[in-house]
């Protein structure tokens, strides 16, 4: 399991351009696959986020597992996100071929290909 | 060329057309004076405020010699003075008479003041420096405020990225209080060249476009932007969806389109008189 903590590396409550969303590379780049495909993104303390940010984390992400060469179904958690999962927010994983559900703690899943078992945040 | 401008002033729509469809962006603009009139003025909404920034910036850019006559109601022209318009007009050479004029310092209900920018990174600081200040004053609903905060981002982003306009963007927010009800309204506008122009950069669209309004219909859609990727895009289209909700209402001014959406209307798009760039406005209920 690999976690990205914003708050930790951006200190901004509100996440708004692809350029602060590319903070995420490095902390990938530090990261190695060998615990498994699961990537937390923590928005704790974050209140705002915009699309453009969504969407680049999604690019990173995936440009990353790309180069891990893994065959293996890969998984995206948003833990503590500022808002609710809504329409605009579904229409960024639609366009990366994601699937998106919502836990009942309010944990966005978003699964490649073969969705995993949804794991519920205590 | 004196344009004049009515007791209420709502937007670019109130002005003659013969003098406001007169496009400073255009090399066929001949005028060599621009002043607009203010003196009748009595109450002036945000998105008019936008035009007279807008095209007296563009006016002066061009070479022009420009002159805004202030209110003469004192109430008027100290709300002008208090969200910046004097000193940022004043700052690109356009004459301005406010003698006698303070601003009121305690104005709560200015959340951001007129503010220039160009670049996304700017955005991204207004976007937190809003949130901060509607925090600690504890404006609006507390649920309200991140809302706030990411409907102006986004339109600004739009601004900064997509509109290609040589004298940057402006946004201002602010917190109304009025008979109806207490709201917030975001505005955000730019010289540049405008959504029809800026969707005819995507190959795919250039010929689906006739008319600025139908360039807002599209550009309010999922997915469709002038770059053409097809992840990008969802900004204004997110937008859009949220101002559909509870009394909420956005209202995008491109060139001679307009287009307003909101709960009851779920999107109306129109000529309109010229908006020389674009403008962006959010209305959203506490």
């Known amino acids: 399991m690999i976690t990205v903590k914003l708050w930790e590396i951006l200190q901004k409550k509100v996440l708004v351009t692809r350029e602060s969303a590319r903070v995420i590379t490095e902390a990938l780049r530090a990261s190695s696959a060998d615990g498994g495909l ?5 928005f704790t303390r974050i209140e705002g986020v915009t699309p453009s940010f969504v969407d680049e984390t999604l690019t990173i992400v995936k440009e990353w597992i790309g180069q891990q060469r893994e065959q293996r179904p890969w998984r995206v958690l948003f ?13 960024v994983a639609k366009a990366h071929e994601l699937e998106i559900t919502e836990t009942a703690s309010g944990t966005w899943i978003l699964t490649s290909g073969h969705a995993l078992p949804v794991v519920h945040q205590s | 060329m004196r344009i004049e401008a009515p007791t209420n002033f709502w937007s670019a729509s109130d002005l003659p057309s013969r003098f406001a469809s007169r496009d400073p962006r255009q090399q066929t603009f001949v005028d060599q004076e621009v002043e607009i009139d203010l003196r009748q003025c009595e109450f002036i909404l945000p998105t008019a405020i936008m035009w007279c920034l807008v095209y007296l910036f563009l006016a002066s850019k061009r070479g022009c010699t420009c002159r805004l006559l202030v209110p003469e109601n004192m109430g008027t022209c100290v709300y002008l003075k208090s969200i910046g ?3 940022l007009l004043k700052s690109v050479g356009v004459e301005v008479d406010d003698r006698g004029v303070f601003s009121t310092r305690r104005d709560t209900q200015v959340v951001l003041p007129l503010t220039r920018f160009s670049r996304s990174e700017e955005v991204e600081e207004l976007a937190n420096r809003t949130l901060e200040a509607l925090n600690a ?6 649920n309200l405020r991140p809302l706030v905060s990411e409907a102006f ?5 739009n601004a900064a990225e997509h509109a290609q306009s040589s004298l940057g963007a402006f946004g201002l927010i602010q917190f109304y209080q009025q008979t109806q009800g207490e709201r917030f309204i975001c505005v955000v506008a730019d010289g540049g060249i405008g959504v029809r122009r800026s969707l005819e950069r995507n190959p795919n669209l250039r010929d689906r476009i006739p008319y600025d309004w139908v360039a807002l219909e599209l550009a309010t859609r999922e ?7 097809p992840t990008r895009g969802i900004g204004l289209f997110g937008v859009a969806e949220d101002m559909r909700k509870s009394g909420r209402q956005l209202v995008l001014h491109s060139g001679i389109g307009i287009l307003t959406i909101s709960e009851d209307v779920e999107l109306e798009s129109r000529r309109a008189t010229l908006f020389p760039g674009t403008l962006a406005f959010a209305s959203i209920p506490t």
């Open chain 2, 137 to 142: 004053r504890g404006t609006g609903a507390a």
């Open chain 1, 38 to 42: 699961d990537i937390t993104i923590d």
């Open chain 1, 79 to 91: 833990v503590a996100p500022p808002t609710r999962l809504t329409l605009k927010f579904a229409t």
């Open chain 2, 223 to 229: 997915r469709v932007s002038g770059t053409g990727q």
């Open chain 2, 153 to 157: 981002a986004e339109l600004a982003l």
């Open chain 2, 85 to 87: 318009l004097f000193d």
